[in-house]
């Protein structure tokens, strides 16, 4: 959506990390998800920030200023299977969801 | 599997057909919802139900019809489409409140429809 600005497309190699970064704007943040979406399956929870700081989950991890309007999903160990999009979204007061354009991650061996 | 299911999977129309896509979710959940996704764009939000109740019609042509006869059930009805409405249609649930309070949404695998 317009308020949310993730770069379209990232390419790595197996065994990397690679951070995707993600910006907004909103006058009501809730909180920000981050979900994957592989091409032509539905997208699935990563991830869930409210407050400042890092997530952990696995080789996942999630990260939010608030202050700074920013977020960033960190992937290490990276796989084959991690090629998929990544879908910045954005939990605003009084409306519903809204998503970014996604991030096309290249997983190459 | 995401408890969210969808059928049919593809379907392709032309444009004076009607059909319909139906969503059925197994998650004991309250809200449903339809989204578009065309190609290089945003999910687009096009209903919200929440208790069986329409909150939110994000100014979809009324050529999509949806209806909700349950918490469990979400169809998108369809007529007359034009070649742009092309795209895939994804329904998604939630446990259900207002959109936009900390609901982690649950997404079916999505309907790949083209018009012709």
């Known amino acids: 959506g317009q308020n949310i600005d993730q770069p379209t497309e990232m390419t790595a190699t197996e065994g990397a990390i690679v951070q995707i970064n993600c910006t907004y704007q909103t006058s009501g943040f809730n909180g920000l998800f981050w979900y994957q979406q592989h091409a032509g399956e539905a997208p699935t929870f990563l991830s869930y920030n409210v407050l400042d700081g890092l997530e ?32 910045c979204v954005l939990n605003q007061a009084g409306t519903a969801l809204i998503f970014g354009k996604g991030t096309t991650l290249s997983v190459s061996s | 599997e995401t408890g969210v299911t969808q059928t049919p999977r593809h379907l392709v129309m032309g444009m004076t ?100």
């Open chain 2, 17 to 116: 057909n009607k059909k319909s896509l139906k969503c059925e979710q197994h998650l004991g959940h309250n809200a449903m919802y339809w989204y578009k996704q065309s190609a290089k764009k945003p999910l687009e939000l096009m209903f919200v139900y929440n208790f069986k109740e329409q909150t939110e019609n994000n100014s979809v042509p009324s050529r999509f019809s949806p209806e909700c006869p349950n918490s469990s059930h979400l169809f998108l009805h369809l007529h007359t489409l034009q070649p742009e409405d092309s795209a895939l249609y994804l329904c998604a649930s939630s446990q259900g409140g207002t959109p936009g309070l900390t609901e982690t949404q649950y997404f079916g695998p999505g309907t790949r429809l083209l018009v012709l």
């Open chain 1, 56 to 87: 952990e989950k696995g080789r996942f991890s999630s990260f939010l200023s608030r202050s700074k309007g920013y977020s960033y999903l960190l992937l290490k160990e990276l796989q084959m299977k991690d090629s998929a999009s990544y879908l």
